[in-house]
């Protein structure tokens, strides 16, 4: 089964400003699948030079309850700046039991980048040990020989034909699920993501958005029936470039 929203938002909201029933891309009685927007962090923190608010999409998880007594809960996480598919279990049998998938690599991710410069390649695999890059940066990583095993797989799906501005439109499948791990795998062969400021050549303040999103999730959640397909739309700020790589408007329907 694969569902999709009919509308596709808008990239960035700020708080107070999500209408966020209306990103409901799949729901059953065990989860949702929202289409997050970029921007926002999943979950509340302290108020940084980035979010001077502190909110989170957490906040808004109450219009989510759609009859059950209790909100949803995030069952994985995506980067603040990352849009896309987001999942989320309705009660906490269904949380433990999605935990339990993710944990174990049976849930299937696709996202969709545009990258600077790209591959030689139509296809490859990335794999690049990861840890943290040091005790202030936090959550931040980098290529360690030392660190945890990282996998990453990934397909050209266009390039631009502008030789000013060599863009690469990317297909990336995280066979691991390490922190930033699609961001700095890309940064570490020479193509880093279009809009990062952490990893690749964006400023922190007023460059280019983060061209990568959650495009697809395959939850197995029967053994019985198909795994639930969801495809997120695409976001408004990578149209542009995306296009510039060959992406067409009614791909939207595949």
Not at 41 to 53: A, E, Y
Not at 139 to 157: A, I
Not at 193 to 211: F, K, N, Q, V, W
Not at 223 to 245: F, S
Request: proline share 8%.
């Amino acid at each position: 089964m694969t569902k999709a929203a009919n509308e596709p938002g808008t990239s960035t909201i700020g708080p107070g400003a999500i209408d966020i029933v209306s990103r409901v891309l799949h729901r059953d009685g065990l989860m949702l699948v929202i289409d997050k927007p970029a921007g926002i962090p999943v979950h509340r923190g302290p108020r940084n030079s980035r979010d001077k608010s502190g909110a989170a999409l957490e906040d808004y998880f109450d219009a989510l309850r759609f009859g059950l007594p209790r909100q949803p809960v995030l069952a994985h996480r995506l980067d603040r700046d990352t849009s896309g598919c987001l999942v989320l279990g309705r009660h906490r049998k269904a949380t433990a039991s999605l935990g339990l998938l993710f944990k174990h690599n049976k849930i299937s991710k696709s996202y969709w980048a545009v990258v600077e410069g790209g591959p030689e390649g139509d296809t490859g695999t990335i794999d690049i040990p990861l840890g943290r890059l040091n005790e202030e940066r936090g959550w931040w990583q980098k290529p360690d020989p030392n660190g945890l095993p990282s996998t990453t797989n990934w397909q050209v799906l266009g390039r631009s034909a502008d030789p000013d501005m060599k863009l690469t439109w990317l297909a990336l499948e995280p066979v691991t699920g390490r922190t930033h791990q699609l961001r700095v795998h890309c940064a570490a062969m020479g193509w880093p993501i279009t809009g990062d400021s952490i990893y690749g050549t964006a400023p922190r303040e007023g460059g280019a958005m983060l061209h990568l999103h959650a495009r697809q999730i395959s939850v197995p959640l029967s053994k019985n029936k198909p795994p639930v397909t969801v495809v997120a739309p695409v976001p408004n700020h990578m149209r542009q470039r995306l296009k510039l790589c060959g992406w067409q408007d009614m791909s939207e329907s595949a």
